[in-house]
C-alpha cells in the first residue's frame, strides 16, 4: 500500500520561503504523476501543483504560478514544493498525493493516494 510523508511546513512570515518534501514508499513511485493540494478549514482541497513522472512537466494553479515551484527526484521517492514569496492566503494544510497515472492531472479526484498533510502558516 502507498504511503506518502510529508514534511518541511512550519510559519513564516510574509515573503519569506519554505520548502515541503513527499517521501513515498509502499509501491511504484516512478510511471506516476503527483501533485501538491491544499485546505483551509472549512473550505474544499484544491490544487496547487503538478508534475508528470520523468518530471519533464509541470503545471500550477494561478495563485501559485511564478511563486511555487514542484520537482521529484525518482531515485529517492522524493517530490518537493518550494514556496517562494508567500502570502497569509497560502495558509494552508499541504497535501501531497499521487495521481494513478502519467499525465498530469488538476482535479483531487484523480489522484489515489494521500499523505496525512503539513501545516504551513503565513503571518502578516
Known amino acids: 500500500q502507498v504511503q506518502l510523508v510529508e514534511s518541511g511546513g512550519g510559519s513564516v512570515q510574509a515573503g519569506g520561503s519554505l520548502s515541503l518534501s513527499c517521501a513515498q514508499s509502499?509501491?511504484?513511485?516512478?510511471?506516476?504523476?503527483m501533485g501538491w493540494f491544499r485546505q483551509v478549514l472549512g473550505k474544499e482541497r484544491e490544487f496547487v501543483a503538478a508534475?508528470?513522472?520523468?518530471?519533464?512537466?509541470?503545471r500550477y494553479a494561478d495563485a501559485v504560478k511564478g511563486r511555487f515551484t514542484i520537482s521529484r527526484d525518482n531515485a529517492k521517492n522524493l517530490v518537493y514544493l518550494r514556496m517562494n514569496s508567500l502570502k497569509p492566503e497560502d495558509t494552508a494544510v499541504y497535501y501531497c498525493?499521487?495521481?494513478?497515472?502519467?499525465?498530469?492531472?488538476?482535479?483531487?479526484?484523480?489522484?489515489?493516494?494521500w499523505g496525512h498533510g503539513t501545516q504551513v502558516t503565513v503571518s502578516s
Open positions: 509502499g509501491g511504484q513511485f516512478i510511471w506516476y504523476a
Open positions: 498525493a499521487q495521481r494513478r497515472g502519467l499525465d498530469i492531472a488538476t482535479t483531487a479526484g484523480d489522484f489515489s493516494s
Open positions: 508534475i508528470t513522472w520523468t518530471g519533464g512537466a509541470t
